[in-house]
Nanobody, 124 residues
Framework: QVQLVESGGGLVQAGDSLRLSCAAF????????MGWFRQAPGKEREFVAA????????YYSDSVKGRFTISRDNAKNTVALQMNSLKPEDTAVYYC?????????????????WGQGTQVTVSS
């Protein structure tokens, strides 16, 4: 069992930066692939970024590639999402997720544990 707690969301203007953090409690954090997903009002939850267990491999959706960076600190049991050059279309609830697996995946059904989400709003 893993509990995930996100923080760092807020209201920013287009072009600004924001850093989300997710703290994990429970089983050994380094055993999990970690991902970030987001869900805008009226839309399905979508993949944003993922990072493998060691932190040496990352994977991004095309919509955020080059603007967002995912990272993890296995010593502190945290995963972060640095978001730069934010756009109004990035507005969503952002979720941290953990996958007890070995493959860095974008498929949300592969993820076993989810946080409660943190709201990010980007004004134009």
């Amino acid at each position: 069992q893993v509990q995930l707690v996100e923080s760092g969301g807020g209201l920013v203007q287009a072009g600004d930066s924001l850093r989300l953090s997710c703290a994990a409690f429970g089983r050994t954090f380094s055993l999990y692939v970690m991902g970030w997903f987001r869900q805008a009002p009226g839309k399905e939850r979508e993949f944003v970024a993922a990072i493998n267990r060691s932190g040496g491999s990352t994977y991004y959706s095309d919509s955020v590639k080059g603007r967002f960076t995912i990272s993890r600190d296995n010593a502190k049991n945290t995963v972060a999402l640095q978001m730069n050059s934010l756009k109004p279309e990035d507005t969503a609830v952002y979720y941290c997720a953990a996958d007890f697996g070995v493959v860095t995946t974008a498929h949300l059904t592969e993820y076993d544990y989810w946080g409660q989400g943190t709201q990010v709003t980007v004004s134009s």
